[in-house]
């Protein structure tokens, strides 16, 4: 099992773009997370995915949007990129219920914001 | 608001000493709380939990809700232990985990 699987691992975009990351959660797991973590700082929640639907936001703008499909996989959309959105991004998954919050994260995309 | 404090961002020690790594929380509701670590090029992954009341790698952590505190504590760290290490908490329902700003723990020889 190779375990959470994200893409792509860097990318570089420029103020204004829109960008799509990707998330694979672990063989097993039903529930997507994402949180966005800024150099020196620890990750911070943007929101949960759960039977395709978002479950929970962190304090995040409306910029920022996902989607989970049947297979469990997710997709993070940031549009109108600034340069604050620069940070990497880690994809974290886990089984709903009781154990929602024993993340297994992945090794994160790297987004960097000219 | 829910809330965690890391209050130390570097901690070094030497090998066969005690370690504590602090954390504190404000937290309205019945908190569930972590400790999660990243080695060196590794992911970040789940140390322990406090509901799990174990101790992983020779580290526990005590949820003590008079002070909103959860340590994390070693008697004897080894150098492999060198990591950075983040405290985590989220309700028991509802899933929005806030990470502290996290403690690099160095373990010297």
């Known amino acids: 099992d190779a375990g959470v699987t994200q893409s792509p691992t860097h990318l570089i975009k420029t103020r204004g773009q829109q960008v799509t990351l990707r998330c694979s959660p672990k063989?097993?797991?039903?529930?997507v997370s994402w949180y966005q973590q800024a150099l020196g700082q620890g990750p911070q929640f943007i929101f949960q995915?759960?039977?395709?639907?978002e479950r929970q936001r962190g304090n995040f703008p409306d910029r920022f949007s996902g989607h989970q499909f049947p297979n469990y996989s997710s997709e993070l959309n940031v549009n109108a990129l600034l340069l604050g959105d620069s940070a990497l991004y880690l994809c974290?998954?886990?089984?709903w219920g009781s154990g929602a919050n024993v993340l297994t994260f992945g090794a994160g995309s790297r987004l960097t914001v000219l | 608001a829910q809330r965690v404090t890391q209050p130390e961002k570097l901690l070094s020690v030497f090998k066969g000493a005690p370690v504590e790594l602090k954390c504190n929380y404000s937290?309205?509701?019945?908190?569930?709380l972590f400790w999660y670590v990243q080695y060196s090029r590794q992911r970040l992954q789940l140390l322990l939990r406090?509901?799990s009341r174990e101790s992983i790698k020779g580290f526990t952590a005590d949820l003590n809700k008079g002070e909103t505190s959860f340590h994390l504590k070693k008697p004897f760290a080894q150098e492999e232990d060198s990591a950075m290490y983040y405290c985590?908490?989220?309700?028991?329902?509802?899933?929005?985990?806030?990470f502290g700003a996290g403690t690099r723990l160095t373990v010297k020889p």
């Open positions: 063989s097993g797991h039903d529930t």
């Open positions: 985590a908490l989220s309700g028991f329902n509802n899933n929005d985990m806030r």
């Open positions: 995915y759960y039977e395709e639907e």
């Open positions: 937290y309205s509701g019945s908190p569930e």
């Open positions: 406090h509901i």
């Open positions: 974290a998954s886990s089984p």
